[in-house]
């Protein structure tokens, strides 16, 4: 066993989140396209150079 691998199991943690993690992808997702529509409704009315 080397060092380096002996120190990987030591500081090895696991943590476990309140939400499965597709629901956190679901949620995430859900924000960039919000914030995707925030972006895209400033930009009306006004010509592109």
Excluded at 3 to 31: D, M, N, S
């Amino acid at each position: 066993m080397s060092i380096l691998t002996a120190a990987a199991e030591g500081t090895e943690q696991t943590r476990e989140l309140p939400l499965p993690a597709l629901v956190i992808g679901f949620i995430a997702f859900g924000i960039l396209l919000a914030l995707l529509f925030v972006t895209l409704s400033f930009g009306k009315g006004r010509p592109h150079t």
